[in-house]
């Protein structure tokens, strides 16, 4: 591998989530969530994978479990934002070229979908990747936990998005696009973001894409056809058993 090609797989995980307390050690199928998000990456294509968390007793779970992890301020207002300090303090020289930032709460999520996205960025004029799939029912759409997405269709191979809300966006579609919280930046796309203030639509919808947008950068989607879910509530637990039981079934 060239190694201006080089990528990593950062995973933020906090402590303190409100909806959900202790999120990233809710175990599924017995193991903690932030494990098997780990584990699903351990099997990418990316050269490293690391969980960047703001917790001691996450730390004590991954060090039993020999996962790699690094232990960021506690301060941070976004998981981008935790896991750049990560990435500064074990990456100084910028030899990862592309950096994945894979939400610690989406613990179904496969290692051959993050690899579509590694090898898409190296020919994209987008600035960052994130993945998106058709959502099926009215329940969905209305669930302000399930993010939404406006785009510009230029192709099938170019989709851009415009804007995400958790609110049912665009209004009046024939087709919903939902988020899957995994994003793959090219590095100075990372720095430029980082260096950013929080921006007024990234506070008021609590999204922090929203910067990227308000400021220029180019977010292109990834369509997929999985049904990943991001873990906010015991509700979505209930949907995530849901969709393994019917992919079983398959």
Do not use: C
Not at 160 to 178: C, M, Q, T
Not at 206 to 212: D, F, G, N, V
Request: hydrophobic fraction near 40%.
């Amino acid at each position: 591998m060239n190694n201006s090609d080089k990528s990593i797989i950062l995973i933020p995980a906090r402590i303190g989530s409100t909806r959900l307390p202790k999120k990233p050690l809710l175990k599924i199928d017995g193991k903690e969530m932030v494990l098997k998000v780990w584990e699903n990456a351990q099997m990418s294509n990316a050269d490293l994978v690391m969980i960047a968390t703001d917790s001691i007793e996450i730390a004590e779970v991954l060090k039993k479990n020999n996962a790699k992890y690094f232990i960021t301020q506690n301060t941070h207002m976004s998981g981008t934002d935790r896991i750049y300090e990560a990435l500064e303090a074990i990456d100084p020289e910028k030899n990862y070229k592309y950096v994945v930032n894979l939400q610690g709460d989406i613990p179904n999520i496969k290692s051959s979908i993050i690899d579509i996205g590694l090898e898409k960025i190296k020919s994209t004029d987008a600035d960052i990747l994130t993945y998106a799939r058709k959502i099926e029912n009215q329940k969905d759409i209305l669930n302000p936990n399930i993010v939404k997405i406006a785009t510009n269709v230029k192709d099938k191979n170019n989709i851009e998005a415009i804007y995400f809300s958790r609110s049912p966006i665009p209004h009046g579609a024939k087709v919903y696009l939902e988020h899957i919280g995994v994003y793959i930046y090219k590095r100075e796309a990372l720095d430029k973001f980082t260096s950013m203030e929080q921006s007024t639509l990234e506070k008021e919808e609590q999204l922090e894409q929203l910067r990227a947008i308000q400021n220029s950068l180019k977010i292109n989607l990834i369509l997929i056809d999985d049904k990943i879910i991001s873990i906010d509530t015991l509700d979505d637990v209930e949907r995530l058993m849901k969709a393994q039981k019917d992919q079983d079934q398959i």
